[in-house]
């Protein structure tokens, strides 16, 4: 069935070290995949995405390149900073329906 | 930017008791969402909704779970009688259609004593 994992947190970095969450995922066809990021106290807000194989999503210094050999959208960031500390969903939308990983907390430490 | 608002931020009620969880979806938005996550675990699909009725549901949403969109502002779920694992974290969407992104408000804490 329809899954999504993604690496297990919580992740502790220093101020400009670079970051990688992986994020694999099981689906039919071809879906739409997405990295929601959730700040304390706030909702989900799309962090970014990419709708095709081979597409490199970005934003606010994050990327994620859509891997469809390796069923795979890792988020990287190359110089995390204290205001990145979050909680990262990878996610995929099929159909009207997304599937979330579990999240992955990350603290970023002056 | 326009916000979904969701209300209250964190509920505490008693097993059995009836809970109504209230979203404002942004106001040109026609597709709204819920979706729960519970502590520790991913977040999940519980219901969508369009044109005034349910479009999909998920096996999560059975018959103590109905929603409702009571005026042209609010989108609600109501649990009839809550279990212990109801307690979660709910969050309600809404979307300008089905194949554009969500907008996620930002949660209803639900506990269940």
């Known amino acids: 069935g329809n899954s999504v994992t993604q690496m297990e947190g919580p992740v502790t970095l220093s101020e400009e070290a670079f970051l990688t969450i992986n994020c694999t995922y099981t689906a039919t066809g071809y879906p739409s995949l997405f990295w929601y990021v959730q700040y304390p106290g706030e909702g989900l807000q799309l962090l970014l995405k990419a709708t095709k194989a081979d597409d490199k999503g970005s934003n606010k210094g994050f990327e994620a390149t859509y891997r469809k050999e390796t069923t795979s959208f890792h988020l990287e960031k190359g110089s995390v900073q204290v205001s990145d500390s979050a909680v990262y969903f990878c996610?995929?939308?099929?159909?009207?329906?997304?599937?979330f990983g579990t999240g992955t907390s990350l603290t970023v430490i002056p | 930017e326009p916000e979904v608002t969701q209300t209250p931020s964190h509920q505490v009620t008693q097993m059995g008791q009836e809970v109504i969880l209230r979203c404002v979806p942004i106001?040109?938005?026609?597709?709204f969402y819920w979706y729960r996550q519970i502590l520790g675990q991913k977040v999940e699909f519980l219901v969508s909704f369009y044109n005034n009725e349910i479009s999909e549901k998920s096996e999560i949403f059975d018959d103590q779970f109905s929603v409702e969109r009571p005026d042209g502002s609010n989108f609600t779920l109501k649990i009839r009688s809550t279990k212990l694992e109801d307690s979660a974290m709910y969050f309600c969407a809404s979307s300008v259609d089905s194949n554009y992104g969500y907008t996620f408000g930002s949660g209803t804490r639900l506990t269940v004593v």
């Open positions: 106001s040109n938005h026609l597709y």
């Open positions: 996610a995929f939308k099929t159909g009207n329906q997304f599937y």
